[in-house]
């Protein structure tokens, strides 16, 4: 017998070992079992079993098992063969990205003590203990060194139960940054969970009634929120610590010390406390039509329509039905916000997961997906590589964001797309929410591919917010550079404070200034590595390149001539919150961006201060425009449109109007008082019109056509191959030599290569060949096949061994 496995490597192919006749009553697919390949040990996972003995090699066996029960289901093995073929990768580099560390080991790994588990071993076998005292006097070993100790050749599995005891924990080259923040959690001794059992306590109460009162206290917190903190439950019922403490005594109540992300303890219940609006209503039931006919339904909901409540009804269905339900977010940032609302509705049935989740705590909502105990995850793109047993329901919310697209590694892979063939093997079902769908999801919705749906009122019947233009041309400057705030935005940013209501301000760079220009001679200070300028960041003193992160001191005399006075042009989020805080200094402005909220409490301490109104003026890149729900905002700025409506990308006007229409989105979210401001120059654009109509459709329509006009997606399949080496002749040579092989059958779907906008990123040259095929998928992946013989054959040549050559397709 032979064994087809996969091992977390970039290989061309998967490799097959032979199977030694004492472990073939051990070996199933889906679990993981230890390899050597070139003299390194991998932990591998069984792909298939099969008879057919490789003709051109003499496979090696299998040299011991690793799991007796697989740990991921055959689903995940189907998903990862797809994902392979369709973005171009090998299953492995799949695995690698869908595993936890804990799971991945190999020659490489090294194996740290967990301190937690404290010195006694008597739980241990004896390879185990050997390992385990190696392990507490030297705190760490690699695998070569428990090789030695243990004189075996199959040291994986006792590497493996070592790290399920929790005796041992695998170092990762990455460490999480994120440091957990630890609460005090209250929850009622699940005995009373039944109403009869709670009555009768209550009835019966032998306590004071100081211990009463904290009681319903707490019961009546959990029923309005569904978690309910030490903190905020002593502050709420003024009861004092040693009255809790009393409860928790006497096992009526129990205090937890958690991690703020980890709910899987709290009580598992569904509680919906509201109903839906007669419109939500009747998108709800037209999704539930849709369903019973498509597995992919598309809700288009204006902003603040409600489509989260009409998500709450549908998991809520899923869940009495016993099926799991992925919740796909695109930012880790706007989890923070959409858990508490969930959480409330849904307990323990609901976990979140994301990459800044540590090791432990993967694996452990990892074996409660796989078995179904984790009923419903929310997370971002990631969380889509969780092995489901039996998934029912797959939410993607703000399914336009580009964010879903992984850029770096592979597997290069879109999470919504990727989410409808996944679900498709469960038969689940998809549901696509925006505002401002993608053309791509738009298209597929209206050939009747997916069902449409839409929500065309705010939740209360508030209207969008009316937008004016402010004409920044007609605005006087002395310095002539970009205008930062107009009069007519000071004026109603003035007017929204004094109303008491606050305000958000779009400008989508950090740093100070984004570039300066020496008065004499036009210098431009740029990166070694990278053909960008440099951004100067004023608070941290320094010029940073945004692509390669490398920070430069700040010269004040210009190398090139001597001068000393630079100019200042464009300006990005530290500017701007400079400028305000000189504006108005009564004000309290704050900043959210890259800089501003690096480890992840600092982003949800900022959106929790600001929906409790502790700060007046927020500004901020991006991350203020994604699907976040404040109730107090009046007023949007978009301080320089122009560029986001000017540059080279084919989706430039739908990013432009998705941005705007998105930011726009947070004003006046409950009261019709709400307004929009944008600067821009070039006033008649388009997606400006588009935009202050809150046009969705007259957008599309518009977009749609010169797609079709130029073959781009929907209507073509794009596969962009990037070259990249640090010699530019090397990488133009390069990518002339490949798109030479391919241009016999391609040519005619081929654009360059060419250099991208910039040329050169960490000291490596760029060039890309953009390949855009008809939607047919024998051509696609015929050229795929090309794509794949055309790279091995560069690396058969001595000149382009080195020659990085990375294919993504559906480019985002
Ligand atoms: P969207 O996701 O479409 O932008 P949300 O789901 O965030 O909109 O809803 C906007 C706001 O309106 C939220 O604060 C939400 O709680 C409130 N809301 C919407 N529908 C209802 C409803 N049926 N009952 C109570 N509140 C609602
Ligand atoms: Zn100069
Ligand atoms: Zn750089």
Redesign the pocket.
């Known amino acids: 017998m032979y064994a087809e496995i996969i091992i977390p490597l970039a290989l061309p192919r998967n490799y097959t070992w032979s199977i030694p006749d004492h472990l073939l009553p051990k070996v199933g697919v889906g679990g993981r079992v230890e390899v050597s390949l070139k003299n390194k040990k991998y932990a591998g996972i069984v792909k298939q079993l099969h008879r057919d003995k490789p003709e051109a090699f003499l496979p090696k066996p299998i040299e011991g098992i690793i799991d007796q029960w697989p740990i991921v289901h055959a689903r995940q093995l189907a998903l990862w063969a797809w994902m392979a073929d369709y973005y171009m990768c090998s299953e492995g580099e799949v695995m690698a990205a869908a595993l936890p560390a804990h799971f991945k080991l190999s020659s490489a790994s090294i194996l740290l003590f967990n301190d937690t588990y404290g010195d006694d071993f008597t739980d241990l076998d004896n390879e185990e203990y050997v390992v385990a005292e190696g392990l507490l006097i030297k705190k760490e070993l690699r695998m070569a060194e428990i090789q030695q100790l243990l004189d075996a050749t199959h040291v994986y599995p006792v590497v493996k139960s070592l790290i399920d005891k929790g005796v041992a924990l695998v170092w990762e080259a990455l460490q999480d940054t994120y440091k957990v923040r630890q609460e005090k959690y209250v929850i009622l001794n699940p005995e009373y969970d039944a109403e009869e059992k709670l009555a009768d306590l209550m009835n019966n109460w032998s306590k004071g009634p100081k211990q009463l009162e904290l009681l319903l206290a707490y019961l009546h917190l959990f029923k309005t929120q569904g978690i309910v903190t030490q903190k905020e439950l002593l502050q709420k019922s003024g009861a004092s610590s040693a009255q809790l403490k009393g409860l928790s005594d006497k096992k009526v109540l129990f205090i937890e010390q958690r991690q703020v992300d980890r709910l899987q303890y709290l009580p598992k219940s569904i509680q919906i406390d509201?109903?839906?609006?007669e419109a939500?209503e009747k998108a709800l039931a037209e999704v539930e039509t849709h369903f019973a006919e498509k597995p992919v339904c598309l809700l288009h909901?204006?902003?603040?329509?409600?489509?989260?409540?009409?998500?709450i009804k549908l998991i809520e269905a899923y869940l009495r039905q016993g099926k799991q339900i992925l919740y796909l977010l695109p930012e880790i940032a706007l989890t923070a916000q959409v858990i508490r609302?969930l959480q409330k509705h849904f307990g323990g049935y609901i976990a979140i997961y994301h990459s800044k989740f540590n090791q432990n705590e993967r694996v452990e909502i990892w074996n409660k997906v796989k078995n179904g105990e984790i009923k419903a995850v929310l997370g971002a793109r990631s969380s889509l590589l969780l092995p489901f047993k039996d998934l029912g329901l797959v939410i993607v919310?703000e399914e336009h964001d580009a964010s879903f697209k992984q850029q770096e590694p592979a597997p290069r892979y879109h999470a919504r797309d990727t989410a409808i063939y996944y679900a498709h093997l469960h038969s689940a079902q998809v549901l696509l929410?925006s505002?401002t769908p993608s053309i791509e999801s738009y298209y597929n919705a209206l050939q009747g591919k997916y069902g449409l749906v839409t929500?065309t009122e705010?939740?209360?019947g508030v209207r969008l917010p009316p937008i004016s233009l402010v004409d920044t041309r007609k605005v006087v400057r002395e310095d002539k550079g970009k205008v930062l705030l107009s009069p007519d935005l000071k004026e109603a940013i003035n007017q929204t404070i004094e109303r008491d209501r606050q305000v958000i301000l779009f400008q989508n760079r950090r740093g100070y200034t984004p570039y300066q220009v020496c008065n004499s001679c036009g210098w431009i200070p740029e990166c070694r590595n990278c053909a960008v300028t440099l951004t100067f960041h004023k608070q941290a003193h320094k010029w940073q390149c945004h692509y390669c992160g490398t920070s430069y001191p700040i010269l004040y005399t210009c190398p090139a001539c001597g001068g000393h006075n630079f100019t200042q042009k464009s300006f990005g989020t530290e500017r701007v919150e400079e400028v305000l805080q000189e504006t108005f200094p009564l004000s309290r402005v704050a900043r959210m961006d890259l800089d501003t909220v690096r480890g992840k409490t600092a982003h949800e301490q900022l959106i929790k201060q600001f929906e409790d109104k502790r700060i007046d003026i927020l500004v901020g890149t991006q991350m203020v425009v994604k699907?976040l729900?404040f109730?107090h905002v009046d007023l949007v700025g978009i301080l320089d449109a122009d560029s986001m409506l000017h540059f080279a990308d084919f989706r430039v006007h739908e990013r432009a109007y998705q941005l705007m229409e998105q930011v726009s989105?947070r004003a006046g979210?409950?009261t019709e008082t709400g307004t929009v401001m944008i600067q821009v120059s070039d006033t008649k654009h388009p997606v400006l019109q588009f935009v202050q109509a809150h046009d969705y459709k007259a957008m599309y329509d518009y977009e749609i056509q010169s797609r079709q006009q130029f073959g781009y997606p929907p209507y073509s399949r794009l596969i962009r191959i990037t070259f990249r080496h640090k010699l530019e002749p090397t990488v133009m040579e390069g990518a002339e030599t490949f798109a030479a092989v391919l241009r016999g059958e391609f040519g005619a779907y081929m654009t360059g290569p060419a250099a991208p906008v910039v040329q050169r990123v960490r000291n490596q040259y760029l060039m890309e060949l953009l390949i855009k095929l008809p939607r047919d998928g024998h051509m696609i992946q015929k050229s795929k096949q090309a794509i794949r013989q055309a790279e091995a054959m560069m690396h058969q040549d001595k000149r382009y061994r080195s020659l990085v050559i990375v294919p993504d397709v559906d480019p985002a």
Do not use: H, M, N, W
């Open positions: 509201f109903t839906l609006s939500q909901g204006i902003t603040s329509s409600g489509k989260t409540l009409v998500y609302r919310d929410g505002a929500l705010r939740f209360g699907g729900d109730e989105g979210r409950r």
